[in-house]
């Protein structure tokens, strides 16, 4: 049995949700904390999937206490889940979290005891991630890193890290207008990338929680603990997901157990090989990628005048120009 609690996070998939909790019931958590999101309006049988989806909690069957946050209306992922980890935070002061598609590994939960144990109380680490995306590659000889990225497909955090988690990011214009976010990123391109992405949730053109949270940890200089090993897969992949409906090999890499005693790094602070490669390996970031962007953002600009461009030789100049310098 586990003394940290679990957050589960739930929806409408009973079939993966019973996987997931399998493997929650064979950890046995004195606490389990269950966010479920309500039924969407016009979506035929799917308050039925919803009940079918809350029922596999009934299963509870070892000594544990179990809290529900239940909607009866559909939030939304983004206002589901962020109200829903503020819900389990004014309850437990640290937590283990897993939505219904994120399968662990067994090791996955005691690695998160020990850690969240081990830096509690120390405001550099900000969260505890269960996912590795070094393509097979182990970085350090130790049985984890410190990253400036986040993954949430199984992780763990305290209430004194969730406690800045703002989900409006109401300071992020103010921010934009700045250097900011490139001198946090050290990266131009991922620095354009992670300002279109924060753009675009203020917009209100992606209903999410999680960049929120990835600003959340950036505005801090926070880092992130991620496992020499893949501990977590997501199994969630295709119809019937909220935002990973097309399967991407990169991001489903299969999970295997991490080694104890852990091996704990000596000195705080981030893996710059590791971050360095998954900015080129997931974001597929090339070093003509600041150009590539540049171009498109100058192509929006100047659409309307280049049928006119088309025409003059300056525009043949400068496509043979860009040829070369890509060659």
Known sequence: ?????????????????????????????????????????????????????????????????????????????????????????????????????????????????????????????????????????????????????????????????????????????????????????????????WRDCFDAVMAGKIDTWDYQWVYCIMARNGLSIVPDVNLVTNIGFGAGATHTLTVDQRYIVPSRAIGFPLRHPVTVEPCCEADEFEEAYLYRLSRFALLDRMYLKLGAVIAPARPFLERTRLWGYLRGLAMRLRA
């Not at 809350?54 to 889940?81: E, K, Y």
């Not at 986040?150 to 409006?168: E, L, P, Q, S």
């Not at 103010?174 to 990266?187: G, H, L, M, Y």
């Open 1 to 193: 049995m586990i003394q940290s609690p679990v957050v589960f996070l739930i929806f409408n998939r009973p079939e993966q949700t019973a996987r997931i909790f399998a493997a929650i019931r064979a950890a046995r958590p004195a606490r389990l904390l269950v966010v479920a999101d309500g039924p969407r309006l016009g979506r035929a049988g799917e308050e039925e999937l919803c009940g079918k989806t809350r029922s596999v909690i009934d299963d509870v069957d070892w000594p544990c206490h179990v809290l529900r946050n239940f909607s009866d209306v559909n939030m939304g992922c983004g206002r589901r889940v962020s109200s829903g980890l503020d819900w389990a935070f004014a309850h437990v002061e640290e937590a283990i979290i897993l939505e219904d598609d994120c399968l662990p590994d067994p090791s996955f939960f005691p690695y998160c005891v020990e850690l969240l144990e081990r830096y509690r109380a120390d405001e550099r680490i900000m969260m505890i991630s269960g996912d590795n995306f070094q393509n097979g590659a182990s970085r350090t000889p130790n049985s984890y890193y410190f990253s400036q990225l986040v993954h949430c497909w199984g992780w763990a955090t305290w209430r004194r890290a969730w406690r800045h988690y703002d989900f409006t990011m109401s300071d992020w214009r103010q921010r934009r207008r700045t250097q900011w976010i490139n001198a946090v990123t050290k990266n131009p391109v991922m620095g354009l990338r």
